[in-house]
């Protein structure tokens, strides 16, 4: 059960794609600048985005208006 509830807590790219409205060329672009959420990289190679990373990721790019 904790595996279920940390698997839907972890974001593939696709899935931050669509929450940020990006294409994944943008994604790979940011994330190749150091500008993108951080991201882990499972043992099959591919990735995956804690939901608690994106969230803070977002906030730190909030306007102070």
Request: positive net charge.
């Amino acid at each position: 059960m904790a595996t279920v509830t940390r698997l839907r807590a972890m974001l593939t790219v696709p899935e931050v794609c669509d929450e940020l409205q990006i294409s994944r060329s943008t994604f790979y672009d940011w994330r190749q600048k150091g500008r993108s959420p951080r991201c882990i990289t499972l043992p099959n190679g591919s990735l995956r985005v804690r939901r608690s990373d994106l969230e803070s990721w977002l906030s730190a790019r909030e306007d102070a208006a």
